[in-house]
């Protein structure tokens, strides 16, 4: 290689083919890559898409209960595949008719699992109300309290009707604490 290239010199052919195949690939490579950041968003858009509450509530309850329960007694036996917003909704109705919250315990707790895993790494709380003329009425919460100096995020969705009352499920993100992870 001394500057000047013939056809007698394959192999100082095959160097600069592959080359201009290596500078090719690397300009495709950036190109795509580029392409890939732009889409994502970058990665302060990333971090924040977990801790959306109304993206997480939408998920939350659009996702079936994935294990079955029996309420001996209730008589009532939920076989899995309900949607979380569904089940809700039907245990507002029977604490509204009487039934003590104690009862679906089992079920809230599964509840109150699944919701963790959903809204990681916030802490969640799950408040289910019932409209009272103007006013809302908290019929059952499920997770933790944020603490007053927390910054937290909400949203709310209409559960339905309940016994002629109109249900509606909120949901409360705050920040997990560093601290409270570490030691606690």
């Not at 013939?6 to 500078?23: C, G, I, K, N, S």
Request: glycine share 8%.
């Amino acid at each position: 290689m001394c500057g000047r290239l013939t056809r007698d010199e394959p192999a100082q052919l095959a160097l600069l083919d592959a080359m201009v195949f290596f500078a090719v690939s690397m300009v495709i490579c950036g190109t795509l890559m580029s392409y890939v950041a732009s889409r994502a968003g970058g990665p302060s858009e990333v971090a924040d898409a977990g801790t959306d509450a109304d993206e997480s509530l939408a998920t939350f309850l659009e996702s079936s209960l994935g294990e079955g329960f029996a309420l001996d007694g209730l008589g009532l036996e939920l076989t899995g595949r309900e949607l979380f917003g569904e089940t809700l909704l039907l245990i507002s109705a029977m604490v509204l008719q009487g039934h003590p919250v104690e009862v679906f315990e089992p079920v809230l707790s599964h509840i109150e699992v699944v919701l963790s895993r959903v809204c990681d790494p916030c802490v969640a709380l799950l408040r289910t109300s019932l409209a009272d003329g103007d006013e809302w009425a908290t019929l059952m919460e499920i997770g933790q309290e944020p603490s007053e100096a927390a910054d937290t995020e909400s949203a709310s969705q209409n559960l339905g009707m309940c016994e002629g009352v109109t249900a509606m499920v909120t949901l409360v993100l705050s920040p997990a604490l560093l601290s409270q992870s570490l030691f606690v």
